[in-house]
């Protein structure tokens, strides 16, 4: 279950192993090309490779004896009168149990550089920000009229990590961020929201409303973002966030402008590539 919090800014094998691979850029990688101006030719070429050989080996010599006998006692007939005779003894049984253990061969590749490397899960947890803005609608101050102040009306500002710089969602607004890679449903807070009150603590509370999405298109409600933890997705992968403001302008003054949205963290996870 997909959980987002708020954030305010002031293989196992037996014998011989040899694995090798070479992988290919990932598919969800990015390449971004910036002062560009219109109309013009860009050509990127990139070339990345990952190689890892891991080379086992063992030898086993195992030999097995197993002598196994049975005895009831001692039972004898002599000194009879020359009648018939019966003997009846116990059953006589014998067992044997052979386990032999032997050269068991364990490889954990991690592609990952200098991260670290769980024997029991080789992946791991990074940060991402979001990309880019999929789509916005600024609402309104309070009293209805528009927001002017341009440091507070450019969605771009809500790109990234936090810096500062933010966007005023406004009243009946709302913000789409992209996120190139997904974030994953893992352990703990998958989304973290950074909005702006400039260290007011007595200022009223500036609320959303959180839906998220694969592919923009169907929206899974994800709860209100404040002061505490939202309702969890339910999806294990997210590209879309959606942040529509939800202020109980009734507590601000006509000049309030809603939920100041700084940056949009999510959790990826990252795994490496499988041998």
């Not at 920000?129 to 440091?151: A, R």
Request: negative net charge.
């Amino acid at each position: 279950m997909m959980q987002i919090i708020k954030r305010t800014v002031s293989a196992i094998a037996a014998g011989a192993l040899l694995l090798s691979f070479v992988a290919p850029v990932y598919a969800g990688s990015s390449i971004v090309i910036s002062g560009n101006g219109a109309d013009s030719t860009n050509k990127v070429k990139v070339k990345s490779t990952q190689k890892v050989t891991v080379r086992q080996s063992n030898k086993a010599k195992v030999s097995n004896f197993v002598f196994a006998g049975a005895s009831t006692g001692n039972n004898d007939a002599n000194n009879n009168t020359g009648g018939n005779v019966t003997i009846t003894t116990g059953d006589a049984s014998a067992s044997a149990s052979v386990k032999n253990t032997f050269n068991s061969n364990i490889a954990i590749v991690c592609c990952d550089g200098d991260k670290p490397c769980d024997p029991q899960d080789p992946c791991h947890n990074e940060t991402i920000w979001g990309h880019s803005i999929h789509q916005s609608l600024q609402g309104t101050l309070k009293d209805g009229n528009p927001i002017t102040d341009p440091l507070r009306t450019d969605p771009n500002a809500a790109v990234g990590s936090p810096d500062g710089n933010f966007f005023s969602i406004g009243k009946n607004g709302w913000i789409t961020v992209h996120f190139l890679d997904a974030v994953n449903d893992v352990v703990g807070n998958d989304l973290s929201f950074h909005e702006i009150t400039n260290d007011r603590d007595t200022y009223p509370e500036e609320k959303a409303h959180v839906q998220v999405s694969f592919d923009g298109t169907t929206w899974i409600d994800a709860g209100d973002i404040s002061g505490k933890d939202a309702s969890g997705t339910g999806l294990t992968q997210v590209h879309y966030v959606k942040i529509t403001d939800t202020t109980d302008y009734n507590l601000h003054d006509n000049a309030a402008d809603g939920y100041d949205l700084d940056a949009v963290d999510g959790m990826h996870k990252v795994c490496p590539l499988p041998v």
